[in-house]
């Protein structure tokens, strides 16, 4: 009984919605055309009540779009990422198949050329068509193809707005089956056709129409569906996309489960397209002869960073994605930013050199193996280009995953080469890497690379702070518990001698060694202020981005001009005007002499130091330092030529595991960030080369004899006397008792060559 009395109602129904709607129609086009004229009838009044208040026109306004991010290959700029809120490509009028433009008019709207904005035909068509369903205006057809522009471009705009909230109230509105939504549409539509024109109408219905499966507007649906421009298609081609419009989940082709349904309409308007004469008989034919699989070629729509294929760029992806936003080039105000990143159609030119990025993350890969399971193990690899800040070099060894659920142990979405605000990272201590600051405040207050210092192990408080004594106990150790005697700023640095550069730090001020840390672009990752315990000047109490280490000693490399890093070289905007990146901002920080002194002792820890095994031997003019916390928690080497520094890290990302245990102390553990940063140097050498570091001032230039590797110089000791300290720069926060830092020499070699190292071995059970 239900059905026979629900089918009479629903007629009923549909019946008044077709006198309704026509009726509606009819005023608006006098309204449009005679805003002053009478509205006679109590129903036609009501349906109109609120029609002053619907806005004469809208604008068609930009549409959202691909951002395409790009970086270096093979000497080229070739994309990395696509990131959007849309997958739309805009394209214009000369961009789009004749066969693309005849089938929209054929399906949508036969008439579109010939009347105005709203089509009382078709308007009687679809409620006619209506009376066997329960939703006015459900059989479809009812509006013309300006009507559904209109609902386009309101649910582009409410796409568009600021907060979630506010987009799904928008949505919800411009979707919502109602009759005061259709009479909204049909004025706006009748505003629309009185500022643009039908070309300009039906382009930007093309570009602004969802095809399903994330694919917005003809172009991106034509190479996701069909592999292929929107300019090329067939007949066939582009009615199986228009067919697509009206149930763009059901119909999309995605799946062959979606054929049948997507050929029935195809062919409904191929036979449209032919009796409109935009097509003959025979091309008719073939056309609906063409099976829909023989011309889907379906390309998976790869957007977010997680899509990218280059090795080791995934997190250079998400940073970037994060910095963008920041940059004035895409609005004055966060909101602004996030908008038009948003609307997208940005081209994004980034520093990112992909080939060396491949060869950092094999490095990465197979000395720091993502699959260790005994504890947290992490690993980067990243270069600056001393002159100019452009980073060029990003990987790490965990792969990226920001879904909700992870993907496992080997994957983080984490970057660990930057700070807090860029990939979440809090940083780690840098140990020894830390000295070269201290060395710097040394030589500026006038001291030398040959001054000596009683490197004796004492409690070496009281220390000066900001001009006050600081009485905290500090007592560094060297690894062996020995006592080095007297040596000087170049021994202490080659050697990364602990009980030297504390004393070396007792006789300068820790706010003024603090202050030229800064100077270099030092910082907390985390955003906070750099400490000045005493423990600090030899890498303990702060915690650092192994960027943040690579710009410092560039600064160093770059003669003392510090440049700060960045990563974005330039943006596109959708009409192609190029628009700034990131500002270039260089500065003289230390005096050229003084560094040019720092360098040759940071040069001796490549010649006789810590680094002899990471040395390329390539003809490349080095410097850098080794830095080891504590109980080995992190692993460090910074250095690098004139041209490009790059810093290697190797740690615990969390807990404080003692690497000594699982490697041993001169096994594995103590050559994996030599040997990742020796095979990235090396190929980065051979990419950029280097000049010579500025000579320092004769009377700093470095002994004509290197010290032999191991020496102690201590007094009365011979020279050649073996050194067996190491380094273990505890994890104090400076008020606790001191670490006990030394940088561990490198494994001794014979000759010119290197040491020879194979890749860590894989941890048990970890295949």
């Known amino acids: 009984m239900a059905v ?60 959202q779009q691909r951002n395409v991010v790009y970086a270096h290959k093979g000497g080229q700029e070739v994309p990395l990422a696509t990131l959007y809120s849309e997958n739309r490509v805009t394209v214009g009028w000369n961009d789009v198949s004749k066969n693309l433009k005849n089938a929209a008019v054929a399906g949508e709207d036969r008439r579109f050329f010939e009347h105005g904005a709203v089509d009382l035909n078709s308007l009687v068509r679809a409620g006619v068509g209506s009376l066997a369903t329960k939703e006015i205006g459900s059989a479809g057809g009812g509006s013309t193809l300006s009507m559904q522009l209109v609902r ?72 996701h569906y069909l592999g292929k421009s929107s300019k090329t298609l067939t007949p066939a081609e582009a009615a199986s996309l228009i067919a697509t419009v009206q149930y763009p989940e059901s119909r999309n082709l995605s799946s062959p489960k979606h054929y049948k349904a997507n050929k029935a309409r195809r062919d409904v308007i191929l036979r449209s397209m032919a009796n409109e004469k935009m097509m003959s008989k025979a091309s008719l034919t073939k056309a609906l002869k063409a099976r829909i ?132 990272s809090t940083g780690f201590q840098p140990g020894s890497t830390y000295k070269p600051f201290t060395l710097l405040d040394w030589l500026k207050k006038g001291h030398s690379l040959y001054d000596t210092v009683n490197a004796t192990p004492r409690d070496f408080s009281p220390m000066t702070a900001c001009g006050a004594p600081d009485y905290t106990r500090f007592d560094p150790k060297n690894d062996d518990f020995g006592n080095p005697g007297t040596v000087t700023a170049l021994q202490a640095t080659i050697r990364s001698i602990n009980t030297g550069y504390a004393a070396m ?44 280490m690579a710009a410092a000693f560039a600064t160093i490399a770059n003669g003392g001009t510090y440049c700060e890093p960045t990563f974005i070289d330039s943006i596109v905007d959708d009409a192609g005007t190029t628009l700034p990146g990131q500002t270039t901002k260089c500065e003289q920080v230390i005096d050229a002499g003084v560094v040019a002194k720092a360098a040759v002792a940071m040069q001796g820890v490549f010649a006789s130091g810590t680094a002899t095994s990471a040395n390329p031997r390539d003809g490349v003019p080095i410097l850098g330092k080794t830095g080891t916390t504590d109980h080995a928690e992190q692993t460090w080497l910074v250095g ?34 030599l040997n990742i940063w020796r095979g990235l140097q090396s190929a980065i050498n051979a990419a950029y080369g280097g000049d010579a570091f500025a000579a320092a001032a004769p009377e700093y230039r470095p002994r004509t004899t290197p010290l032999p590797l191991g020496d102690d110089e201590t007094e009365g000791e011979p020279d050649g006397e073996p050194d067996k300290t190491g380094d273990g720069n505890d994890d104090s926060n400076g008020t606790a008792p001191a670490p006990q830092n030394d940088e561990p020499a490198a494994p001794p070699t014979s000759g010119t060559e290197p040491a020879p190292t194979a890749p860590a071995p894989t941890p048990p059970g970890n295949e």
């Open 4 to 63: 026979t009395t629900s089918q009479p109602r629903r007629a009923l129904t549909a019946l008044l919605g077709i006198g309704a709607l026509s009726t509606v129609a009819g005023l608006l086009v006098s309204v449009a055309i005679t805003p002053g004229v009478a509205v006679a009838g109590q129903a036609a009044s009501g349906a109109i009540s609120a029609f002053d208040q619907i806005p004469e026109y809208i604008e068609i306004g930009k549409l």
């Open 152 to 223: 386009n471009i309101l649910v582009a705009k409410a796409m568009s707005l600021d907060t979630e909230k506010a987009r799904q109230q928008a949505y919800a509105k411009a979707t919502e089956k109602s009759t005061a939504r259709k009479i909204a549409e049909m004025k706006l539509a009748i505003g629309l056709e009185k500022k643009y024109s039908k070309k300009e109408i039906l382009l930007a219905y093309l570009n602004i129409a969802y095809f399903g499966d994330q694919a917005y507007g003809v172009e991106a649906a034509a190479q």
């Open 293 to 424: 699989g023989s011309y889907v070629h379906l390309t998976p729509a790869t957007q977010g960073c997680m899509a990218v294929t280059e090795a080791g760029a995934q997190q250079w992806c998400d940073l970037i994605r994060r910095v963008v936003k920041t940059l004035p080039a895409l609005g004055k105000t966060a909101a602004d930013r996030d908008r038009n990143w948003r609307l997208g159609g940005y081209e994004i030119h980034t520093s990112l050199d992909l080939d060396l990025t491949a060869k950092a993350k094999e490095l990465v890969d197979t000395y720091a193996p993502k699959t260790e399971t005994r504890y947290a193990l992490g690993a980067v690899a990243t270069s600056v280009e001393a002159g100019t800040g452009r980073v060029i070099v990003m990987a790490q060894n965990k792969d990226f995953d920001d879904t909700l659920r992870g993907g496992g142990p080997g994957t983080t979405a984490v970057n660990y080469a930057v700070d807090e605000k860029w990939g979440s």
């Open 505 to 548: 730090a007792q006789k300068l001020d820790l706010c003024d060694i603090r202050d030229t840390a800064k100077s270099l672009g030092v910082h907390p990752a985390d955003g906070g202020e750099l400490s000045a315990y005493p423990s600090s000047v030899i890498g303990s109490g702060n915690t650092v981005a192994p960027l943040t």
């Open 640 to 673: 690098g030529s004139s041209k490009v520094v790059t810093a290697s890290w190797v740690g615990n990302i969390e807990g404080h595991q003692n690497q000594y245990r699982i490697y041993g102390t001169y096994g594995a553990m103590n050559v994996q960030r």
